[in-house]
């Protein structure tokens, strides 16, 4: 792994059900494992090159964590037809769009696809 490249943390309440929702919904594959004190933690790769990963704990406090996508219209359309969680339409904010969705942990997840709205 390039440790150069930056991942989020995601905390999870259970590491199983985590790791098929992210893989089986948004689409995220198993990058590498790495082992954090005994224990096994998957590092996903969205297909933009976003990286999480997965640290199970019996108690979680649910987060916000920001990803970036190339289509947000073409990913709320995946994501609709797969009955995601928690998932928003996608609405126009100051840097481009942006939709949102929750994992089985309550994590908010959100997309985010930049568009530059200056004038040439």
Do not use: W
Request: proline letters at 4%; hydrophobic letters at 35%.
């Amino acid at each position: 792994m390039d440790f150069n490249q930056v991942y989020q943390v995601v905390f999870v309440k259970c590491e199983e059900s985590s790791l098929s929702f992210f893989c089986n919904i948004p689409g995220f594959t198993i990058a590498e494992k790495i082992e954090i004190q005994g224990k096994e933690c998957p590092i996903l790769q969205s297909g933009n090159g976003d990286l999480i990963m997965l640290v199970e704990k019996a108690t979680i406090e649910a987060d916000t964590i920001v990803l970036k996508t190339d289509d947000c219209v073409r990913d709320y359309y995946l994501f609709n037809q797969k009955n995601i969680p928690g998932l928003t339409k996608p609405r126009y904010v100051a840097h481009g769009m942006e939709l949102c969705f929750l994992d089985p942990s309550g994590n908010r997840f959100i997309l985010t696809e930049e568009r530059d709205y200056s004038e040439a």
